[in-house]
């Protein structure tokens, strides 16, 4: 919690939030085209909210409620899509806002789902969430199966979809590497979380991005698994820059 | 320098740093094509640094000297940067630094050039300053002129081609927009940092990022000048992406 200077970096820029989300809808021309997606699929003053575990959370403020906000979107893959959303569609008055807080499960997400998605109001719901499913059946006591992690996921999705009947969905595979905390004694287990994850995407109507398979090829590509996720399961930036990246390819934004 | 929160975020990979820097020499296999630049300008085990003002800082944790910490990058540019070279070049061995610190004019570089630049031995050198140079005559009775900061900057960089003589050398253009702290009477004298910034980087033959041209046209195509320079001079997501995207693209990486 100590050590992060933000001094007039934040003093200069506290007053921002939701007064530069909505400076951008003083925007009249089209976006240029963007590095990846098309304008077409970006609807005007859509509310993005990320949400899952620390892959996600990424060391943000939780203290600070407001969109489009550097500290508030964390150091990962949020922060990489949300800059470069903004970027590419200054005229759509983007909201971006992260949730994600460190160590959740299923379980965890249901418990603040009312308070930290909800009452967002969100257009877009991009959750990653599944890796302590399995790894804290290991390490914490945890005795939820992978039949229990599709069926809450299940339940969670459908009850966005019913309260939040026109969101958009977006489910990311949870992923780990052969590496630090990760080792062969995950197979087949953590394969089991992943099968579910894609079910329930597909039954939930979500989008799906897939990223196991992208980041093994990568491993593989260069700099080997820690390269990637240091200890088999958190993102260096070089990978939350393929997540971003893909999030980005598979919405179509 | 509260609020910031890294629990298992920050733990699971505070022992990475150098290590994760080293692991990737062991990629075999080149790249494929980055997003931008090609990997045939990229050398192997490039030492890049990034200096310069709260631009720069964007928030970075001082206390951690390792290269390719997301918390060590802060959140602007430099996080970006790195993350997409991280990520394009997983075989090259890079190493990423930001010694940004906020409120700093070219006098405060020059301060702890030694301990902050030459002593990293870096292949890259990154700068942006300038912006406190004329804005601090205005608030804090600092006495620099438009000459001053060419002759100092000149010297400062004359000094690290002396020191470093193979170092590669990037400047980037200081910027503002007229909105929150920028009003009318910054010009012309703001545009004369930025006349001087362009002959410095010439003389040293550094590679010279334009900027304030381009955050003009973003704002006119969406936004406004506080969607993309919150208070007039802190770049917000979107334009630390364009930044991003803008170093990319001249340094050709």
């Given at each position: 919690v100590s050590g992060i200077s933000?001094?007039?970096f934040v003093g200069a820029a506290s007053a921002v939030g939701a007064g530069a989300a909505l400076a951008c809808v003083r925007g009249v021309h089209p976006a240029v085209a963007p590095a990846v997606g098309g304008a077409g699929n970006v609807p005007n003053k859509a509310t993005v909210l990320f949400q899952g575990d620390s892959i996600t959370d990424a060391g943000r403020d939780r203290d600070t409620a407001d969109a489009n906000v550097a500290w508030a979107?964390?150091?990962?893959?949020?922060?990489?899509?949300?800059?470069g959303l903004l970027q590419a569609y200054p005229d759509r008055g983007l909201?971006?806002?992260?949730?994600?807080?460190?160590?959740?499960?299923?379980?965890?997400?249901?418990?603040?789902?009312d308070k930290d998605t909800i009452a967002l109001a969100?257009?877009?719901v991009s959750v990653l969430v599944g890796v302590n499913d399995y790894w804290h059946t290991r390490t914490h006591g945890y005795a939820g199966t992978a039949?229990?992690?599709e069926r809450q996921y299940g339940a969670l999705l459908d009850e966005t979809r019913r309260r939040l009947p026109l969101v958009r969905l977006v489910v990311l595979?949870?992923?780990v590497l052969k590496t630090g905390n990760v080792d062969a004694t995950w197979w087949p287990a953590f394969d089991a979380r992943r099968a579910a994850a894609a079910r329930v995407a597909e039954r939930?109507?979500?989008?799906?991005?897939?990223?196991?398979?992208?980041?093994?090829?990568?491993a593989n590509r260069g700099g080997g698994p820690a390269y990637w996720l240091v200890d088999g399961v958190h993102p260096?930036?070089?990978a939350h820059a393929l997540i971003a990246e893909r999030w980005r390819t598979v919405v179509g934004w």
């Open positions: 933000r001094r007039d979107l964390g150091l990962g893959y949020p922060l990489l899509v949300a800059s909201r971006i806002l992260n949730r994600g807080i460190s160590g959740n499960k299923v379980p965890d997400l249901e418990a603040r789902w969100p257009d877009v039949e229990d992690y595979e949870p992923f939930a109507g979500a989008t799906y991005v897939t990223l196991q398979r992208e980041l093994e090829a990568a260096t930036p070089a």
